[in-house]
């Protein structure tokens, strides 16, 4: 199994970026996919995540209004658009996929896979 992250990058405060991550190796139709991210000297946190059998959407406070999750789930795909970046949100972003249920879509130890990373940096 492979997730792969792109879209990263460099943006001023304000800005925008879109996050995508593609898996392969197996699908994950039946539960979701799922954002982290993880600064320097700290512990990975959520930021947003799709449960593909509900279709909900759940967001970390700190995303709330300003990022949005989407996907596709037959292409085992999530895409995460970010608006009104803040330096803060500076950060290795992480896609992840769950193969199986979960009554807390929003913790670290719900999902199975990892990609390698995306590095967000907003600048002030």
């Known amino acids: 199994v492979q997730l792969v992250e792109s879209g990263g990058g460099l943006v001023q405060a304000g800005g925008s970026l879109r996050l995508s991550c593609v898996a392969s190796?197996?699908?994950?139709?039946?539960?979701?996919m799922g954002w982290f991210r993880q600064a320097p000297g700290k512990e990975r946190e959520f930021v947003a995540a799709?449960?593909?059998?509900?279709?909900?959407?759940y967001y970390a406070d700190s995303a709330k209004g300003r990022f949005t999750a989407s996907g596709d789930n037959a292409k085992n795909t999530v895409y995460l658009q970010m608006n009104s970046l803040k330096p803060e949100d500076t950060a290795l972003y992480y896609c992840?996929?769950?193969?199986?249920?979960?009554?807390?879509?929003?913790?670290?130890?719900?999902?199975?896979?990892w990609g390698q990373g995306t590095q967000v940096t907003v600048s002030s």
């Open positions: 190796g197996r699908s994950f139709s039946r539960y979701g």
């Open positions: 992840a996929a769950r193969s199986r249920a979960t009554s807390q879509p929003m913790g670290v130890r719900s999902y199975d896979y």
């Open positions: 799709i449960s593909w059998g509900s279709g909900r959407t």
